[in-house]
């Protein structure tokens, strides 16, 4: 009897999944790669580092982190389109049209966070450096301090979260922040952008700010009573 029991178990651990669920597993996220279309952003002076190309590569990295089987989110990467409010839509209709449930329609499912990527820039000090998240509603500030607790590792120095209608965050009615991780304009910081690579080529900074973004997020989802529904197919 013993022996057919241990057989049962083994065979019940056989069949267990390779990956627990995740605070993220199932969830979709809209990621926005901040100015392109059009709007440069922010440039590093000494190495011309623009801000929409670290937006981008931020982008890139962090969307690969999120759809991997141990995490098991859903990403859209808004259009970079010229205005705001149009990228925010393109977001949204790129959730609605996830077809989870593989008949051929969308779902309709709602984006469950948006985040757009930013860098900073202060002209005048290229020294300078912190980390800032933006956010508009009451029902977007939990995600605001979960994510900026997570991003102010990567210079030292919080700037606090800002409350105001900029950027994405007035638009579609999504619980959304926008992030400033760190200014690009500080040279330190363009150096490691450029120079500072792993052995992918990826720099160093890029997955540095791509993983605690996962952080952010994953915080945010796990202290939630309720969230987004469905699961990875």
């Known amino acids: ?47 011309g580092v623009k801000e929409e190309n670290v937006n981008l590569s931020v982008v890139n990295v962090l969307k690969a982190k999120l759809e991997a089987s141990e995490v098991g ?29 593989r008949d051929g329609a969308g779902d309709g499912r709602k984006c469950d966070a948006l985040i757009s990527v930013h860098h900073n820039g202060n002209n005048v ?9 933006i956010y508009n509603e009451k029902k977007d500030k939990p995600l ?15 700037e606090g979260l800002e409350n105001g209608g900029y950027g994405m965050t007035v638009y579609g009615n999504l619980v959304s922040v926008l992030t400033e991780a760190y200014y690009i304009t500080n ?22 700010e791509a993983d605690a973004q996962v952080r952010g997020l994953a915080d945010y989802f796990a202290s939630r009573t309720s969230g987004g529904k469905g699961g990875r197919k």
């Open 187 to 208: 040279d330190a910081k363009a150096w490691r952008y450029l120079y500072d690579l792993n052995a992918e080529g990826v720099s160093n900074l890029v997955v540095e």
């Open 73 to 101: 989110a859903y990403v859209v990467v808004a259009a970079r389109l010229s205005s705001r409010k149009d990228r925010v839509d393109d977001a949204i209709a790129q959730c609605a049209a996830l077809d989870f449930n």
């Open 1 to 47: 009897m013993k022996k057919v029991l241990l057989s049962i178990a083994f065979a019940s651990l056989l069949w267990a999944p390779v990956f627990a669920a995740t605070p993220l597993t199932g969830k979709i996220i809209a990621l926005d790669a901040g100015h392109g279309g059009g709007e440069t952003g922010a440039v590093n002076k000494l190495y």
């Open 144 to 158: 605001a301090e979960k994510m900026l607790a997570a991003l102010v590792p990567l210079t030292g120095q919080s």
């Open 125 to 133: 000090d290229s020294n300078h450096d912190g980390t800032l998240v």
